[in-house]
């Protein structure tokens, strides 16, 4: 295997852990929909901690070594269209994403805010916030991103 080729197996290697994990954080996002106390709503945001790290990598993996693999190649170039509509899929999605994590951080700290003031039952505002509509949009749209760009990096379009 050349350098190369290396390169490009550690971009789709950061591919397959950005949809991992964006695959984990929809399960934790899908298990708040249902959470109404502080403690469960804590358990699972440290579940999507792992996904939120997890997707940070495979963001900034992917778009790095996707770069390096686009000069590297000679079939390849930063300034293909194929290339620069993945960027800016890329742009969008991490944008979203981050806004994204920022929503459903809330409902964490208002989950530490009651169980700090010794309340540790269903709470409606708790509910309210593990059900963002913000964060759900955003987390779909970025989702749906990243799958446009996996379909761009699989078909090239006008390559």
Request: neutral net charge; hydrophobic residues 55%; proline residues 3%.
């Given at each position: 295997m050349t350098f190369e080729d290396w390169i490009f197996a550690l971009h789709v290697t950061m591919a397959a852990l950005l949809v991992g994990?964006?695959?984990m954080?929809?399960?934790v996002?899908?298990?708040l929909l249902t959470t109404d106390?502080?403690?469960m709503t804590l358990s699972l945001h440290r579940v999507k901690l792992v996904a939120t790290g997890a997707t940070i990598i495979g963001l900034?993996?992917?778009i790095s070594l996707g770069i390096w693999t686009a000069i590297l190649r000679i079939d390849f170039h930063p300034w293909d269209g194929w290339v620069i509509a993945a960027y800016v899929l890329w742009g969008i999605a991490t944008i979203l994403l981050v806004r994204s994590f920022a929503e459903f951080e809330k409902s964490a700290q208002k989950a530490r805010t009651l169980i700090a003031s010794s309340e540790t039952g269903p709470s409606a505002e708790l509910v309210a916030l593990n059900r963002t509509r913000t964060?759900?949009?955003l987390r779909t749209v970025?989702?749906?991103a990243i799958v446009l760009?996996?379909?761009d990096m699989i078909w090239k379009p006008g390559h």
């Amino acid at each position: 295997m050349t350098f190369e080729d290396w390169i490009f197996a550690l971009h789709v290697t950061m591919a397959a852990l950005l949809v991992g994990s964006l695959v984990m954080s929809w399960i934790v996002i899908v298990s708040l929909l249902t959470t109404d106390t502080p403690g469960m709503t804590l358990s699972l945001h440290r579940v999507k901690l792992v996904a939120t790290g997890a997707t940070i990598i495979g963001l900034l993996g992917t778009i790095s070594l996707g770069i390096w693999t686009a000069i590297l190649r000679i079939d390849f170039h930063p300034w293909d269209g194929w290339v620069i509509a993945a960027y800016v899929l890329w742009g969008i999605a991490t944008i979203l994403l981050v806004r994204s994590f920022a929503e459903f951080e809330k409902s964490a700290q208002k989950a530490r805010t009651l169980i700090a003031s010794s309340e540790t039952g269903p709470s409606a505002e708790l509910v309210a916030l593990n059900r963002t509509r913000t964060g759900l949009l955003l987390r779909t749209v970025a989702s749906l991103a990243i799958v446009l760009i996996v379909i761009d990096m699989i078909w090239k379009p006008g390559h």
